[in-house]
């Protein structure tokens, strides 16, 4: 079975300090992981996915499939960037395209 | 394009009650996910038509069905309402059913439902 494990449900950090939102995944075939935002009263979208190698609104993540990892980084955090961020994996086998085994959200607090 | 559009937005029912929620994808979009969230926990997927048809299901109970429309919309039907059926329910549509696309999906903003 596959899981997604972020171990913080809650994060602050003081605005230009690092951030870095842990999220760690099991799955037995080759991984696809994705970083998903929803920022207060909008919708949940799409962050960042580990196949792109690109860095969105200063947020980086490398998968490590040593360790089983996906972890968020972004060196200087902005106010803005406070948010609920969902590590999510995608079933990357059989026919079941669409799927996505989400972690359980970690609140990420951006103080000034 | 307004994106995914969920009705209702808020309800309430019964226990053993029945409810059916609806879902209209982005235009040009062929595969729907149905997810459901209960408070303080991450979206958990029920369904996913492309289509429409079923083209994934997660560990639900058969209480919980959906389906897909031609022209891409879906519904999800619970029947038998539980206490512990009370959650968001995301919809949540994409473009392609290619490998690399999977994980690229546009939400709705959800339909919440409580059950008492």
């Known amino acids: 079975a596959q899981r997604v494990t972020q171990p913080e449900k809650l994060l602050s950090v003081f605005k230009g300090a690092p951030v870095e939102l842990k999220c760690n995944y099991s799955y037995s075939g080759s991984p696809e992981l994705f970083w998903y935002v929803q920022y207060s009263r909008q919708r949940l979208q799409l962050l960042l996915r580990h196949i792109s190698r690109e860095s969105i609104k200063g947020f980086t993540a490398d998968l490590n499939k040593g360790e089983t990892s996906f972890h968020l980084k972004k060196p200087f955090a902005q106010e803005e960037d406070s948010a609920m961020y969902y590590c999510a994996l995608a079933n990357a086998g059989g026919t079941s395209y669409g799927k996505l085994t989400f972690g359980q959200g970690t609140i990420l607090t951006v103080h000034p | 394009d307004a994106g995914v559009t969920q009705s209702p937005t808020h309800l309430i029912k019964t226990r053993g009650q029945h409810v059916t929620l609806r879902c209209s994808p982005i235009s040009g979009h062929k595969s729907v996910s149905w997810y459901q969230q209960v408070l303080g926990q991450g979206p958990q997927f029920i369904f996913q038509?492309?289509?429409?048809?079923?083209?994934g299901r997660g560990n639900f109970p058969d209480r919980f069905s959906a389906r897909q429309f031609p022209n891409y919309s879906s519904e999800l039907n619970v029947n038998a309402l539980l206490l512990g059926d009370s959650a968001l329910y995301l919809c949540a549509s994409s473009r392609d059913r290619g490998r690399r696309d999977s994980g690229e999906l546009f939400f709705g903003e959800g339909s919440r439902l409580t059950v008492l």
């Open positions: 038509y492309y289509e429409k048809e079923e083209r």
